[in-house]
Nanobody
Framework: VRPVESGGKLVQAGDSLRISCAVA????????VGWFRQAPGKEREGIAC??????EYQDSLKGRFTMSISDANDVVFLQMNSLKPEDTAVYYC???????????????????WGKGTTVVVSS
């Protein structure tokens, strides 16, 4: 069981983009799932996560970035609006068994990671 991200591409500043994450042959029913990103030369940071407690967001990105899940609970999305060059990063999806973490926005608390999808925002 490993997440697989998709949808990253080159966009222009101000554009919107939605990226996706799925777990082949499984759903997110028993997992907390989070979106993270890592920009060149920077540490990996949490963007948003979904657990039985609901959605949580990094304060600085809330409002521009929105996480959602499909009706079948098998795909999660990250809708990104008003993209900026500083949003350029590799975007990762990660999962952890429900209850087996303290903070699903904290990378070290997550268990299984996808390989990431690259988003480049040109100015």
């Amino acid at each position: 069981v490993r997440p697989v991200e998709s949808g990253g591409k080159l966009v222009q500043a101000g554009d919107s983009l939605r990226i996706s994450c799925a777990v082949a042959g499984d759903t997110f029913d028993d997992w907390a799932v989070g979106w993270f990103r890592q920009a060149p030369g920077k540490e990996r940071e949490g963007i948003a996560c979904l657990s039985t407690s609901g959605y949580e967001y990094q304060d600085s990105l809330k409002g521009r970035f929105t996480m959602s899940i499909s009706d079948a609970n098998d795909v999660v999305f990250l809708q990104m609006n008003s993209l900026k060059p500083e949003d350029t990063a590799v975007y990762y999806c990660a999962i952890v068994p429900e209850g087996d973490y303290n903070d699903c926005l904290w990378p070290d608390d997550m268990d299984l990671w996808g390989k990431g999808t690259t988003v480049v925002v040109s100015s």
